[in-house]
């Protein structure tokens, strides 16, 4: 590292251009072919709410919208995620459309450390969108993907099942 | 000593009250500042070659290759970072005899585990760096291994530490009353040999740490996800020998801990060093793999225990072996026995008896080490007390509901000193034995059972009773040499605008450490709590303190805010008093203001207190200092220790010819002195509780012959997930600690402690039609296949 050697630009340094719409917002960066989604939504765009916990979809912390459905963030590469439109939990915030889920998750601590939680309420936004009045076996079976080493799920099912019931109750399901 | 603190009814009484947490909120909007996420600028990035053998010595290392990769600024190996950094060894004075080899970053010439870190690589990227790796040529010659407890033990087997005879690290025995006299006369022995597998912390955020090293300054910044930033603030600056003053750890958001990230680990000490030789930023992210392969483990007992009772079922003595395997090193600066010397002095804790026998053997092997995770030693101790109990209840006729209630310390027979050494000031087995019987609808439940029984359904209902340890004094760290506080400080301020500033070195991992302290301060100085700002984690800014472990935050921490906003307001009321011509003691604080203490009519806000004392003091009588800032320290003080108790049950359904186990519901009745959230109380003990039912059902790291753990990723090892855990009922009973004003004890490893003992305890009732018995845990569905011959 010292002195200042003659130094050549190799294959391996070569990164692709890629486009997203991003919450709401076209977004392009240079991302190095085996870079995976998580990595250039935290590093790249600095969207560090999605989180990385085991990097092989075990956990659920890195879990995002592609198109509409809900991914694993650190199964792909960012070149895969071409052209989609992707929301992540800083979009699904300022737009409102889980404030309902965020305030009820709040009202119930349905969280501690918080790690889990963006990949959480990722998921607990498509299975309500999917299903209007899951019972409590069928959000516990929705979850079974993600990991929370701190509450014992069983505020988060609460707080999953009392959104739903209140979603129902004012007819406004999504 | 049962009378509340405080009256729900009053303003501001926010002790006792469940109140969301404010911090919460950025979490919920992925907001989060964990250190995993955080970037500074001219950061470099670490990452580690580690051993492929669990035993093996050294001979070579070529970095040529890897140095010359572009974007690689620093490849270091142990010599490296020996020459700036002193050697730490894990061992405390007050554990007499035991031994552990010196630790430094890197090694020097030999390995002892698979995944141990041999080289490190800094780089512009964390790929740059892992590319790098590849790159290094490590040449090892194979050791002979010590793999598991026996062999560890064998005479004339291998040894892992050159020039000791054995691999032992420590020994104890503890020998109360007339055991052998107690056997002898026994009307029923009930005697098993049990086994605790490893598990380990899976925090959902591996370990994380930036260092960051000016040598323009001579000053470290460690952002460290960590519990306990002031003891690693004293470790760098003691081991780099750069001035405590000039050392800083920031410990912000932090994703899981659990005990786990309070213990020094290798990497994070290379980390440091490696920012003080290349005097930029320097991150290191575990990754999921290196987690499992370098996260401290725990458990790994082998329990040989027998239990002495008279005809009628009372008990009269216990006598306990218990091995336990640790890894290599014994860990620092806690160590690794803390948690075999919690399994033999919990053993009986609830019970009444006074002969008392145990022998504990620490033993080094070549594997990571283990040391305190969540509950330490509890749920080894419980699991085998609370086995015995159902075994004897089962050999005399007895349900175990009665067994437990005939046995239990009276709830009126305290202060109670145990066979094992450990003073009790006030616990509640009665009262909790009773409130479960109810809230379980135990007969109910024994009667469903019993129909389901005719239909072929195996339903098991287990309960076990607990005593946790809470608020350390001293004589848990600070005896044995380790600087560790036991005592905590809080500097309170009252802004310009009339709020509060509380700087509290308890610290937060999500359990709620930020919300009780701002209950605390709001509920005692009279102010709403949304006015009270409460700052954790950062030496630079937060007093002195242990911050959070072992159950210490709320009751220590707790005690602190208290005595600190008490002495506030004293000075509030101080200077209000000549403000208003009045005697403070004509005085109180409601809402802010200052009110006639009889009447409670206003008189001024505490905001006109801080805008005459900040702004106006040529307004106030000449010689007066206005003392809006206090800080306060509180040390824990008479009882060593702050014990809690309680009793957890467990319904659930065997398929015997699956061996899979359905938790049904659990329950759980806990007294932890005053609760000053219930809420958050109710969630330590869930989350604790899941987590013990992880370890008895699931976790386990499994090791091949060679050393080599073979199911560590987040895939092979088994974490408990929304579909497996049940509903748990929760009911609590109140026996404040009469050391501090507060009253509040620990729940934070309550539910950990008893968990796996009850669905022990459930499975083996379950297996009654079959005479099939479990002794192991987790207990995996091969285990009962085999216990019922079907495998």
Not at chain 2, 200 to 225: C, K, M, N
Not at chain 2, 585 to 602: F, H, K, M, P, Y
Not at chain 2, 681 to 701: K, M, P, S, T
Request: aromatic share 6%.
């Amino acid at each position: 590292m010292s002195g200042f050697d003659e130094i050549v630009l190799d294959d391996a340094d070569e990164t692709v251009r890629v486009r997203f719409v991003v919450n709401g917002r076209k977004v392009a960066c240079e991302v190095a072919p085996r870079e995976t989604l998580v990595d250039c939504l935290r590093n790249a765009l600095e969207l560090t709410g999605t989180h990385a916990g085991c990097e092989m979809g075990a956990c659920g912390a890195c879990l995002v919208q592609l198109d509409g459905r809900v991914v694993h963030s650190c199964l792909m590469f960012a070149v895969q995620a071409d052209g989609a439109k992707i929301n992540t939990i800083e979009g699904l915030t300022e737009s409102g459309v889980i404030a309902d889920l965020q305030a009820e998750f709040h009202r119930r601590n349905a969280l501690q450390c918080g790690f889990c939680t963006p990949g959480m309420l990722v998921n607990a936004h498509e299975l309500l969108s999917r299903v209007a009045q899951p019972s409590r076996g069928e959000i516990r079976d929705a979850l079974s993907g993600n990991y929370c080493r701190c509450t014992g799920y069983e505020a988060i099912v609460d707080a999953i099942d009392a959104v739903a019931k209140a979603r129902s109750e004012s007819g406004g399901t999504t | 000593m049962s009378a509340p603190l405080t009256s729900l009814d009053r303003p501001n009484s926010y002790i006792g009250r469940s109140v969301p947490r404010p911090n919460a909120k950025r979490l919920l909007a992925g907001r989060g500042r964990y250190v995993s996420d955080l970037r500074l600028p001219r950061m470099l990035y670490a990452a580690f070659l580690r051993s492929p053998h669990a035993h093996a010595k050294i001979v070579s290392i070529n970095t040529d290759e890897a140095r010359k990769l572009e974007g690689v600024h620093l490849v270091a190996i142990g010599a490296d970072l020996a020459k700036i950094c002193t050697p730490w060894t894990g061992t405390l004075d007050h554990f007499k005899g035991m031994i552990s080899a010196p630790q430094l970053p890197l090694p020097l010439d030999r390995v002892v585990w698979a995944g141990q870190a041999v080289v490190a690589v800094v780089a512009e990227s964390r790929a740059i760096a892992e590319d790098a790796l590849e790159l290094i040529e490590v040449d090892y010659e194979d050791l002979p291994l010590v793999v598991d407890i026996d062999s560890a033990r064998a005479a004339g087997g291998p040894v892992i530490n050159p020039g000791s005879t054995n691999n032992i690290c420590f020994r104890a025995q503890l020998d109360n009353g007339a055991v052998d006299d107690a056997f002898a006369h026994a009307a029923h022995v009930v005697e098993e040999e049990f086994s605790f597998g490893r598990h380990t912390a899976v925090t959902l955020e591996p370990r994380a740490i930036v260092a960051d090293y000016d040598p323009a300054a001579g000053a470290l910044t460690v952002h460290h996800a960590t519990q306990t930033p002031y003891q690693f603030q004293d470790l760098y600056s003691r081991h780099y020998g750069i001035a405590e003053a000039h050392v800083r750890v920031v410990a912000t958001d932090i994703g899981g801990s659990f005990g786990m990230k309070l213990h020094v680990y290798h990497e994070d000490m290379a980390v440091v060093g490696l920012s003080i030789l290349l005097g930029r930023p320097v991150k290191y992210v575990a990754d999921r793999i290196e987690s499992f392969v370098s996260d401290i483990h725990a458990r790994d007992h082998r329990v040989r225990a027998r239990m002495a009772l008279d005809a009628k079922g009372e008990i009269l003595a216990m006598d306990v072996r218990d091995l336990t395997a640790i890894g290599a090193f014994s860990t620092y600066p806690r160590t690794s026995v803390v948690e075999g010397n919690q399994v033999i002095r919990l053993m009986g804790a609830p019970y009444r008896f006074k002969n008392y026998r145990a022998t504990l053997e620490v033993i080094f092997q070549n594997k990571v080490q283990t040391s305190q995770y969540r509950a330490v030693g509890h749920p080894i101790a419980c699991a085998v007390t609370e086995r015995l109990v159902d075994m004897a209840a089962a050999k005399v006729g007895l349900d175990p509901f009665s067994i437990r209630a005939q046995n239990v310390i009276a709830d009126d027979a305290y202060p109670q000193t145990s066979p094992t050494g450990y003073r009790f000031e006030a616990l509640s087995h009665q009262a909790c034995l009773k409130r479960l019987h109810e809230l379980m609808d135990y007969d109910g439940l024994r009667a469903e059972q019993a129909d389901l029984r005719k239909r072929g359904v195996y339903r098991g209902i287990g309960i076990a009773a607990f005593v946790e340890i809470t608020n350390p004094s001293p004589a848990f760290y600070g005896v044995g040499g380790a600087r560790i506080s036991s005592q905590d400080g809080a500097i309170l301020s009252v802004t310009p605008s009339g709020e509060v500033r509380c700087l509290i070195s308890v610290t937060e991992q999500g359990q709620g450490t930020e919300a009780i302290i701002s209950q605390i301060v709001a509920d005692q100085l009279g102010i709403a709590q949304e006015h009270v700002k409460v700052i954790t984690g950062d030496t630079e800014v937060t007093p002195h303190g242990g911050a959070t472990w072992a159950c210490r935050g709320a009751g220590i921490g707790g005690e602190t805010a208290l005595q600190a906003t008490r002495a506030l307001k004293r000075n509030i009321l101080e200077i209000a008093a000549l403000i208003l011509q009045e005697q403070p003691s004509a005085l109180d604080i409601i809402n802010g203001e200052i009110v006639d203490a009889g009447t409670r009519n206003q008189r001024i806000p505490i905001s006109e207190i801080a805008r005459i004392a900040y702004f106006r003091s040529d307004t106030l009588p000449p010689g007066t200092q206005a003392q809006l800032t206090v800080s306060h320290h509180f040390a824990p003080q008479g009882y060593p220790f702050a014990f809690t108790n309680g009793i957890q049950g467990c319904s659930l359904e065997v398929d015997v010819e699956t061996g899979f186990v359905k938790v049904l519901k659990h329950f759980i009745v806990e007294d932890c002195g005053r609760i000053i959230n219930p809420m958050l109380v109710d969630e330590q003990l869930r989350g604790g509780i899941v987590q013990g039912l992880g370890a008895a059902l699931f976790e386990e790291c499994r090791y091949s012959e060679t050393g080599q753990l073979v199911n560590g990723s987040l895939a092979d090892y088994l974490v408990p997930m929304a579909m497996e855990m049940p509903d748990i009922v929760i009911a609590h009973v109140e026996t404040p600690t009469a050391d501090t004003v507060l009253g509040a004890k620990g729940v934070g490893e309550a539910g950990t402690a008893a968990a796996s003992a009850c669905v022990l305890n459930a499975v083996n009732d379950a297996l009654t039609p079959f005479d099939a018995t479990i002794n192991s845990i987790p207990i995996t569905p091969i285990k009962i296949l085999k216990a019922l011959k079907r495998f």
